[in-house]
């Protein structure tokens, strides 16, 4: 039985989708290596290839994950665990100030951890006619459906849109590109 088919899962998703004036050669290097991801997203260090290391580099805390697929110009996709530390006392101040400002405590969340899934991300490129593609975005996890955990999904994808529109804005897209959630 898969994840999705267990009827205490709770499925988080989030889609975005590109047009943009770019070939699929030119939308992979944006999505799918360290130098194209850290030019519109942030400082990220890639090893590419199918479980190969994937880390994102944010102020005070470093987000490694694996990657899952690795097709050249077609399907970049990695998994890594939600953005919270391990233990405790690792737990960046500003995501402690935020569990606290929803009245969750981190043991509550570190029991909970154990329920979701790592957090999915797929890029897809599709070839246009005229040299240009389609960019999609998928962002998908697995959990218990903990108000913590929904919130915390829905903010991170909530931060990540204006990211993804940069990354359109990058590959030459204009700002009102037609993007969908």
Do not use: K
Request: hydrophobic share 40%; glycine share 6%; charged share 20%.
């Amino acid at each position: 039985m898969s994840e999705s088919d267990q009827p205490d899962r709770v499925e988080h998703r989030m889609e975005r989708t590109y047009f943009v004036p770019a070939t699929p050669e030119q939308a992979w290097e944006a999505i799918a290596t360290a130098q194209g991801i850290s030019a519109w997203m942030m400082p990220t260090r890639l090893d590419p290839q199918v479980g190969g290391e994937v880390a994102f580099v944010m102020d005070d805390f470093t987000s490694t994950g694996v990657v899952t697929d690795y097709t050249p110009h077609t399907r970049f996709a990695y998994e890594e665990p939600w953005p919270i530390a391990a233990r405790e006392e690792d737990v960046p101040a500003g995501m402690r100030a935020w569990f606290d400002s929803i009245g969750v405590s981190l043991a509550r969340v570190h029991a909970d951890l154990a329920s979701v899934s790592p957090i999915a991300t797929e890029y897809l490129v599709e070839a246009e006619s005229g040299g240009s593609c389609v960019v999609r975005v998928v962002t998908s996890a697995y959990g218990s459906g903990a108000d913590w955990e929904n919130e915390f999904f829905d903010q991170m994808a909530a931060s990540l849109i204006p990211i993804l529109d940069h990354l359109a804005t990058h590959l030459g897209a204009p700002l009102t590109t037609g993007a969908q959630r």
